[in-house]
């Protein structure tokens, strides 16, 4: 970690001034954290279209006991890189642990038999109202103030999901109601993050996070009927597992550089990146409804960030 240089008991007065932060500097920083948010969210969409495309042949579960062992083992070597992986989990922190992993098996599991049977546009247009969620979810638990005009872009992006479901029309079908029981699994388990204490490390969240899920998979994995991958989907497999790797480093970097009210709006290019490749690799366009809603959820999103930040800046 780089820490600034602090001016000697010998160095003249000058140098004891207050520091003047540098604007281009700052732009700068704000450039280079889009430019991570957009390869995040671009490696996350590439690791959804690799696993899509390789469960329309080998089972879902071997996938994913496939996929999260290359990913687990990645993950070691990038913690120890960085000092290594701090397996002791504090007693306070070990059932909230025990629910959030909970809550990522499922939602993994979840997630993955949606995105076989739905277009790639589709699922990740759903997923863009996360953040909305999450943002409702936290006002209602941990009484995070929340101002009408926020409350009226979450309901505007609600307006807009349901859109792209349309309950009660034949665009509604169980896959769809699978998607969305995904994504609220995953506004617990970033609720139950919040409560975890400092003295637990993130690479221990996200190591045993990995571990579960490749478990999981292999334990759910028995009423498949397994059979060894061919060298074409073990290259997807492996492909998905560095490309999820790359997410989770460049999202966690995302959020070290840059201003986030001005970096937080591009994690909706993962729809832009979602629509293109499931064009170009399962022939997929959206329809004029998911475009809409599309169009609904995005906006109050990036919104509410810009809210957010601007209400930061004035506190």
């Known amino acids: 970690m780089l820490t600034p240089d602090l001016p000697s008991a010998s160095a003249p007065a000058t140098a004891l001034r207050p520091h003047v932060p540098d604007p281009r500097q700052g732009r700068a920083d704000n450039l280079r954290g889009s430019a991570l948010m957009m390869l995040s969210m671009a490696a996350f969409i590439c690791n ?63 997630y993955l038999l949606a995105l076989r049977r739905m277009a790639l546009a589709d699922i990740s247009a759903i997923m863009q109202a996360l953040p909305l969620a999450v943002t409702l979810a936290a006002a209602l638990f941990f009484r995070e103030r929340l101002g009408w005009r926020r409350l009226l872009a979450i309901g505007i992006g609600f307006v807009g999901v349901l859109l792209i479901l349309r309950p009660g029309t034949g665009a509604f079908d169980r896959w769809s109601a699978v998607a969305l029981a995904a994504m609220l699994l995953i506004v617990v388990r970033d609720m139950v993050t919040r409560t975890f204490s400092a003295r637990l490390a993130s690479s221990s969240i996200a190591f045993y996070a990995a571990l579960t899920v490749m478990l999981s998979g292999f334990v759910l994995g028995w009423a498949e009927n397994w059979r060894l991958p061919t060298l074409a989907e073990f290259a997807l497999l492996t492909a998905a597992a560095l490309f999820l790797t790359v997410g989770y480093i460049t999202a966690v970097a995302t959020m070290r550089v840059g201003e986030i009210s001005f970096v937080a709006p591009f994690r909706y290019s993962s729809l832009l990146w979602a629509i293109l490749l499931g064009l170009a690799v399962f022939g997929d366009w959206p329809d004029l409804w998911t475009w809409a809603g599309s169009a609904l959820v995005v906006g109050a999103g990036i919104y509410t960030i810009l809210r957010e930040g601007q209400l930061q800046r004035r506190s």
């Open 48 to 110: 959804d279209t690799l696993m899509k495309a390789v469960t329309q042949s080998l089972p879902l579960y071997e996938s994913i006991t496939i996929r999260g062992g290359m990913v687990l083992l990645l993950m070691v070597l990038v913690a120890q890189g960085q000092g290594g992986v701090r397996l002791r989990v504090p007693r306070g922190d070990l059932w909230p642990l025990v629910l959030r992993t909970a809550a990522d098996i499922v939602s993994t599991v979840l």
